[in-house]
């Protein structure tokens, strides 16, 4: 009867939890609606005042807060607006806007805020630090950052010191904090990096001359899409680094950034005693159009990496009818794996190829379709895209 009794209880107890855990819920829900309904409230109150602030950034006015005392929520709204206006300004306008945020005291509430123990608090503070570029704040959100596990948290860290950073060294420690938990976000890493305002350049040949590895692959990463002179003799250095990762990424950006290489520098990357960098430099030498490359991409179809050959393959698909005859060579006359790698190939472009509708890709088509035919033999009626297989001369050539 006891144990019954207690059974009852636990019943009443845990169904008293659930009701109670509804109720938090509808009143969470209930709060944020309303939070947001002020919000919208405040934001059409105060559309003049952002119309005004928009108009005299270029002017030499003092700009202020709207008069009268301003509730909490409307003084977020304000600050909210200025900090999307400055992540889409530059140069003057963007630190009008800082200036006026800092006047208003937003900055010295959120360094505060950063103190709180709610997590939920310090993030958004993080956040809203970031964003108004006060680098008072950095040290703060360093001494956070080295001493919390990683987490999203350490994300909104490291990305609000990247953008209030006003020195090098301060985007260095971040990136040395960050990295220091052994993640695999080189990646992610470069993407915060180049959040800064400072000079990028700089910035990439420090981390391409660092001791630390993941700061080079984190270099390496943001090299993509950034012209940058300065740092390419250090890139042609690192193509004969010693750790695997860090050469494979860095004969990527070596290939794409110098389109006329030298004939002992593609034999030595077709060489590398790394299968990543030789697949690499099987895949560039296809979007180079490298055509003197073809004996070498022949030979790559016997390579023990089965990415190697795979790229080979395919730069020599794209290296127009001599790079697709090289295919079909090694097709009838190699074995093993170098037979079977350009069939493979041969099989996808005449797969391919035959559903475009361009008239050059047509052409290009029929004569692959001609070599294939001459190679293999016409087991069936050759099909040729209608109304075009006469079209830029004589294709047996």
């Not at 520098?265 to 590398?272: G, R």
């Not at 390579?303 to 697709?324: H, I, P, Q, T």
Request: overall charge positive.
């Amino acid at each position: 009867m006891f144990h019954l009794t207690v059974a009852y209880i636990f019943i009443y107890v845990c169904l008293g939890l659930i009701a109670l855990g509804i109720l938090l819920l509808f009143q969470m829900k209930i709060s944020h609606n309303r939070e947001q309904r002020n919000r919208e409230a405040y934001a059409k109150k105060h559309h003049d005042y952002f119309v005004y602030v928009q108009a005299n950034l270029q002017d030499n006015v003092e700009l202020r807060l709207p008069p009268g005392k301003l509730k909490k929520l409307e003084k977020r709204v304000i600050q909210d607006k200025f900090i999307e206006w400055i992540e889409q300004f530059k140069g003057d306008y963007r630190s009008k806007l800082i200036e006026l945020c800092r006047e208003a005291g937003f900055v010295e509430e959120d360094l505060k805020a950063l103190r709180s123990i709610r997590y939920g608090r310090r993030l958004e503070a993080a956040y809203r630090l970031g964003g108004m570029r006060a680098p008072e704040a950095v040290p703060m959100l360093q001494n956070i950052l080295q001493k919390r596990k990683y987490s999203s948290l350490s994300i909104v860290l490291a990305r609000s010191i990247a953008k209030a950073a006003d020195n090098s060294e301060d985007l260095l420690q971040m990136l040395r904090a960050l990295l220091s938990h052994g993640k695999p976000i080189h990646n992610l890493a470069a993407d915060i990096m180049l959040e800064t305002g400072l000079d990028s350049s700089a910035i990439l040949l420090k981390l391409l001359n660092d001791s630390d590895s993941a700061l080079v692959k984190v270099g390496l990463v943001a090299m993509w899409g950034q012209a940058v002179p300065e740092v390419m003799p250090v890139l042609g250095r690192l193509v004969g680094a010693e750790e695997k990762d860090v050469r494979a990424e860095a004969v990527k950006l070596y290939l794409t950034t110098n389109p006329a290489l030298k004939d002992d520098t593609i034999a030595q990357l077709m060489s590398d005693r790394s299968w990543e960098v030789r697949a690499e430099a099987a895949r560039a030498l296809g979007q180079l159009h490298a055509a003197g490359s073809i004996p070498l991409l022949t030979d790559a179809l016997r390579d023990s990496s089965w990415k190697v050959r795979y790229n080979s393959a395919e730069s020599l698909a794209e290296l127009g009818e001599a790079g697709f005859e090289a295919l079909c060579q090694a097709a009838l006359t190699g074995a093993g794996i170098q037979r079977e790698a350009a069939l493979h190939r041969i099989e996808l472009v005449m797969e391919k190829e035959r559903e475009h509708s361009a008239i050059e890709q047509m052409v290009a088509y029929n004569k692959k379709r001609l070599l294939y035919d001459r190679y293999f033999g016409v087991k069936q009626p050759a099909k040729r895209v209608g109304g075009v297989a006469a079209v830029g001369g004589d294709y047996s050539a």
